[in-house]
């Protein structure tokens, strides 16, 4: 092994003050792990960080990124989760074990890998040992490093929260890496699965088992999704653009029916109409990620069903910059870096 890795690292808020660098490799101390980082999967969230600093309490030299696959090449003073050679893949949100999400009613807890905590495009990371959970066996690097976030959060929404069953209908909003997780975990639990997005990729949503497509830009989607569903509505609907958008997932939710708050593409502002919230009995339930345990019961339902990822393009890790403009553009799927 040599002394050095590459790491990204920014020295001020902005993407232009990112540049790839020559560092130590870290040590692993005392319950930590050293992992040879494989791939990292991209969030839109990691570009919003870089541009904007979101408000979190970012230490410089900052290094973005937050999902990763790897494998363990050196363990700390008692750390024995692992055994050197395991591949592992990162937790989101560090501490987050089980449980209620940590934090109170006037500061909710947002210490995630890559905001509060240093991020992961490096060749090595050494973190606690408590902060990964053992890789997929039946994916390649690429595709376990979209488990952490967008996996996780599709799974915690529908299965975690939703208890999502066998005939109900979930509605997906668009064809980026939650949707098309959410499309194919609806689908592995024998739910009716609708995706609302451009027409150009809604083809390529219904071979991955999509029931139905709904053209957004052209007619009235919240009338297309009353009509597939005979007035009865969706079950289940990843609300993922925010905004006044909120109110047209409420009109097609079912009654009882339950959307999951995500995205925020059109504003963290929120708007909805009360009546029907009210008199259809619909549940409102805010998605910040998931725990640690249900990405570890998301890696066994993978390696049971052998889900695959949808990997729309992998960068090299000296062009990250590239991969962010990808992201700007939109991806169908997820965007990976692999260290090569």
Known sequence: MTETMRRWEMDAIGRDRLELRDVPIPRPGRGEVLVKVAAVSLNYRDKMVTESGRGLPIAFPFTPGSDLAGTVVA???GATRFDTGDRVISTFTPGWIDGARQGNARTPSYRTLGGFYPGVLADYVAFPQDWFVRAPATLDDAQASTLPCAGLTA??????????RAGETVLVEGTGGVALFGLQIAKMH???????????KLARAKALGADHGIDRRHGD????????????????ILELVGGSHLGEAVQTAAVGGRI?????LEGFEVSAPAMPL??????????GTGHRRA?????????????KPVVDTRY???????AFDHLDRGAFGKIVVEMG
């Open 316 to 322: 090299p890790l000296a062009d990250l910059p590239a």
């Open 75 to 77: 363990r700390g003073e």
């Open 155 to 164: 799974w915690f929404a529908l299965v975690e929260r939703g208890r999502l």
């Open 190 to 200: 024998g739910a009716l699965a609708i995706v609302s997005g451009s027409a150009g």
């Open 278 to 287: 009210m008199l259809k009995d619909v549940c409102i339930q805010g998605i």
């Open 221 to 236: 989607w919240v009338e297309a999704v009353l009509e597939i569903t005979g007035d009865r509505g969706a079950d289940h």
């Open 295 to 307: 990405l570890e019961d998301l890696v066994r339902a993978v390696d049971r069903t052998r889900l």
């Open 260 to 264: 999951y708050q995500i995205g925020a």
